[in-house]
């Protein structure tokens, strides 16, 4: 097993540059994914990884060895894609088997090989059936059986769960973890599902537009984005956001207000600042964090134009008096309604500050 590195990888199409300067340093067993809109250049990095595009710039290498001009086949490594390709006319065992014996893996190490990977996936009992006769959830256990067999240095997973239904991407996501748990390989998962990516891995590469954003733990990208793109991408219902004037109480300090925000929210830094930018900065709070009190105790109030009642929490959306919209969740089911005149407090510890080129302030 081997862990992942990148160094300053760059690729175009013609004159559409895809990736910019991607440097990541996975390591050995982890499960990273990576996560990002559509378009943003996910595929196309693990397809640079796998050695299926041929980068424009800068190396990957897997463990100590560079394998960015290595041909996808020498890599050791197994790719899974979303429309699993399997062998329609081969049966399940011959999906499984017929990669070895291309490469002339001995019979015996093959069907001991296959053998432990359909139990692995609990396949075992549909080792003689054809692809067509099995359900999504099965196809897709024998596409990642045959990357198993293979017994690779890394594993690619381009969105694999895509094509199933919500319970089975449930299911086989709980399956996913416990087979990385099991193989304890480095796996690579290619996603646009947030809580795919941020319950199946140990860190999260968010890509935007080709560079990475931010490369950190669930609870990272949660609590401490940042940036701006990362803020408002990771969460849901999404980050409010909200414009506001920041004034230097100190190095470790910032006044956050605005024209039609009562009184002001002392933000607090976890490290010096040198410099506070004279020009609008941008202040995020997630709607669980935004709380509705008394008139005299609230920086904004606004009416109710909507109460969606979840059960567990209710979401509120409110039209403040400056006509931007914000989200608030309330546990279980508060007594709000529509067209409601609400208040509200926006908590200094839970604000999260962005400066005019949207980087966080540290908190
Ligand atoms: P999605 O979530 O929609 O699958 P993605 O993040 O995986 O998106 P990529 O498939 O990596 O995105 O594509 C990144 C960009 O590169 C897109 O703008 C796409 O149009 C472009 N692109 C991808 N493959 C090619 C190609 N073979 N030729 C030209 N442009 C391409």
Redesign the pocket.
């Known amino acids: 097993m081997a862990g992942v590195n990148i160094k300053q990888l760059y690729k175009s199409?013609?004159i559409?540059q895809?990736l910019t300067g991607i440097d990541l340093d996975i390591r050995d067993g982890e499960f990273v994914s990576f996560l990002?809109p559509?378009?943003?250049?996910?595929?196309?990095?693990l397809r640079s990884i796998a050695g299926l595009e041929d980068v424009s710039g800068g190396s990957v290498w897997l463990g100590e060895r560079n394998i960015t001009q290595l041909a996808p086949a020498k890599r050791d490594i197994a790719m899974v894609f979303q429309n699993y390709a399997l062998y329609p006319h081969m049966n399940v065992y011959k999906n499984l088997s017929f990669g070895l014996s291309l490469n002339g893996v001995p019979k015996v190490e093959i069907e001991e090989r296959v053998q432990t990977a359909a139990r692995i996936l609990q396949i075992s009992d549909l080792l003689k059936r054809r692809p067509k006769q099995l359900s999504g959830g099965q196809r897709q256990r024998v596409a990642i059986g045959r990357a198993i067999v293979r017994d690779p240095k890394l594993f690619l997973l381009d969105e694999p769960l895509s094509n199933l239904d919500a319970g089975l991407r449930v299911s086989m996501r709980v399956e996913l973890a416990n087979l990385h748990r099991r193989l304890g390989a480095t796996m690579i998962y290619?996603t646009?599902d947030q809580v795919e990516a941020m319950t199946l891995s140990s860190r999260v590469v968010v890509?935007s537009k080709g560079v990475v954003a931010q490369f950190g733990t669930p609870l990272e990208l949660f609590y401490a984005p940042q940036n701006l793109f990362v803020a408002g991408f990771i969460g849901s219902p999404k980050m409010n956001m909200m414009k506001v004037n920041a004034h230097a109480i100190n190095e470790m300090s910032i006044a956050l207000t605005s024209e039609n925000m009562s009184g002001s929210i002392p933000f607090q830094l976890s490290a010096p600042v040198q410099q506070v930018p004279d020009q609008l900065h941008t202040v995020g709070i997630r709607p669980e964090n935004v709380e509705l009190v008394e008139e005299a105790e609230a920086h904004m109030s606004g009416n109710v134009e909507l109460v969606e009642r979840l059960g567990t929490e209710s979401q509120v959306h409110v039209r403040l008096d400056t006509g931007q919209g914000l989200t608030v969740v309330t546990r279980g089911t508060h007594p709000v309604n529509m067209d409601d005149r609400v208040h509200l407090k926006f908590p200094a510890e839970h604000c999260h500050l962005f400066n005019p080129e949207g980087e966080a302030y540290p908190r």
């Open positions: 199409f013609g559409t895809v990002g559509s378009g943003c250049g996910k595929t196309t990095l290619v646009h890509l």
